[in-house]
């Protein structure tokens, strides 16, 4: 069993462990927590969710994106693959890098330098070769997640406003983050409420029983706080339709 040093076990003291709390509370008391493990460094603060789905079966396989309305705290750098008017557009949008052809090679020859990925669509051909590079870091374009698209100009500016993919894992649970430590209570809890509504919205049909098992919050090197999910699927009830 890990051991934790003074810091995490004095923040463990401000949670009660029998109590399920509101998205609010639960925000606020991660501040909380995260002030008595100060570190020299803004902390992340991430949400993390059991859902009631098995991501064994392709019908159940949860996956999206959300525009969170505070951001995340952090400058996102974005890669366009365009040409032409959408590679003008791209860079007038604020995108980092942007190219066709030659940033399909500079990109195969090791250049990483970028922590989101758009394409439009007649670029997905030369782009597909870099599957392997960007696949496993979860870098890939997608249409289902609004990153292949002729919208360049769009799809750029919520990137850099903070948008964020969420993915269920083999084991039905998504890690997502959603700002800082440095974020205000309010904050963090308009954003956590926005993206447990998006994978509310994303809920497949074929999941069956309780959606939202577990929900927490948490910064980097705090113990999580614990949300009540029914309260939680209350309020969004309308969202699943």
Known sequence: M?????KFLAASKLIDVNKRYSVDEACSLVGKTAALTKRKFDETVDVAIKLGVDPKHADQMVRGAVVLPNGIGK???????AKGEKEREAREAGADVVGAEDLVEKVQGGFMEFDTTIATPDLMGQVGR?????????LMPNPKLGTVTFDIGRAVREAKAGKVEFRVDKAGNIHTPIGKRSFTAEQLAANALALIEAIVRAKPAAAKGTYLRTLSVSSTMSPGVPIDAQQVANLFKKATG
């Open 2 to 6: 890990a051991k934790h040093g003074k």
């Open 75 to 81: 400058t996102v750098r974005v890669a366009v693959f």
């Open 130 to 138: 870099l599957g392997k590079v960007l696949g496993p870091r979860g």
